[in-house]
Nanobody, 127 residues
């Protein structure tokens, strides 16, 4: 089972990137998923979460209004559209899935209690 994050890169402040997270080995279509990030020398932090139905989303206050999380259940893929990027968004971004919560909430995932983590993709925002 693998979560493969991609789409990271180097972008200037104010620019945009779209991250993708493709799942393989099992389907997460009916499970909550989300994104975390970790900047150098800092703790890992929550970014965004999406419910299994895609009807509900939740964002950290630092990215709300700039980032949009979505998913395509048909192809077992999740996305993070990042607009108006800031230098403080620079981090390695990880996609996560809570494989224990079929049709469940993302409450545990918000706390980092997810059982599947991708390998991360680097996002660097220059000023």
């Amino acid at each position: 089972v693998q979560l493969q994050a991609s789409g990271g890169g180097l972008v200037q402040a104010g620019g945009s990137l779209r991250l993708s997270c493709a799942a393989s080995g099992r389907t997460f279509s009916n499970y909550p998923m989300g994104w975390f990030r970790q900047a150098p020398g800092k703790e890992r932090e929550f970014v965004a979460a999406i419910s299994w139905s895609a009807s509900y989303t939740y964002y950290d206050v630092s990215v709300k209004g700039r980032f949009t999380i979505s998913r395509d259940k048909a192809i077992n893929t999740m996305y993070l559209q990042m607009n108006n990027l800031k230098p403080e968004d620079t981090a390695v971004y990880y996609c996560v899935a809570d494989g224990r919560r079929r049709f469940g909430s993302f409450d545990d995932l918000l706390l980092g209690q997810a059982d599947y983590w991708g390998q991360g993709t680097q996002v660097t925002v220059s000023s």
